[in-house]
């Protein structure tokens, strides 16, 4: 890999996994993530205006980024449900493991074989799915991850990762057709318009405008390191291939499982460790074997 892109990848990793951890201590996370992305259209708007004098704003990026903001905004949504009774810890690393799911789908639909490397870093990554959800190393911690697919927030986080399957392969075509800056900001605004109508049926004003007062600070953080984040991963994405980046990105998960085990004091930080070190293992593989 290029060395500026494993440097923007890594930088992006650490701090998705951060803004994981402030969502996961939000107490209404669908409202929290909404007005993050409310926040993000007059902080970055500069940005926007910088792209309109360079010609950057055309009919066509605005159609593709109405696209692209659909999934966007389902993985936003099914995100933020899991975080409802799950742990970090436990359903971040899920949610990552979309190279496995990458590999999959172009079996199973585009007819692509992949090498023995490829194969085994997919039943890496598979077993360190199931090994997350393990509580202790015995015969009944073994069946526990069957017994998890009941949880809605395990269900979520399964969902979650396809979503992140979906919008990585897409982003890597839309940046080839618009700016990774513009793009990261439009979907911003997408998102908002999106969730409008979700947030008003189902959320009260006062709702909305207790979780403001309770964490401005943390919403204002979130709109700018999670913004810079994902402009990061845009950025790299025109210097490698989608594997490359998607695979390396996962170091968030180890990330992840450390924060949640550490500052949110989560229980089996030490098997899901292990787990989370099997899953970004398998990635790797997967990206060296292409």
Known sequence: MHPLAITLVLISA???????????RAHDKQIFAWLICLVCIPLFFPLLVYEWLQGNVTWVAVQITIGAGVVHSLYWYWMTRAYDGGDLSHVYPIMRSAPALIVILSILFLGEHVTLLA?????TILLGIYMINMKKFSLQGFLEPIESLREKHTQFALITACAVTAYSLQDKIV??????????YALNVI??????????????????????ERSPRDILLNAVIGTSSYA???V?????RVSYVASLRQISIVFGVLLGGHLLQERHKWIRLGAAGMIFTGTVMIAVAK
């Open 191 to 212: 998102i908002t318009l999106y969730w409008a109508p979700f947030i008003y049926r189902y959320k009260t004003r006062v709702q909305i405008r207790t979780e403001w």
């Open 175 to 184: 940046i080839g057709h618009m700016d990774p800056l513009l793009y990261a």
């Open 119 to 123: 194969a085994i870093g997919v039943v």
């Open 232 to 234: 990061l991963i845009l």
């Open 14 to 24: 650490a701090i998705h996994a951060l803004r994981e951890l402030i969502i996961k």
């Open 236 to 240: 790299a994405l025109t210097m490698e």
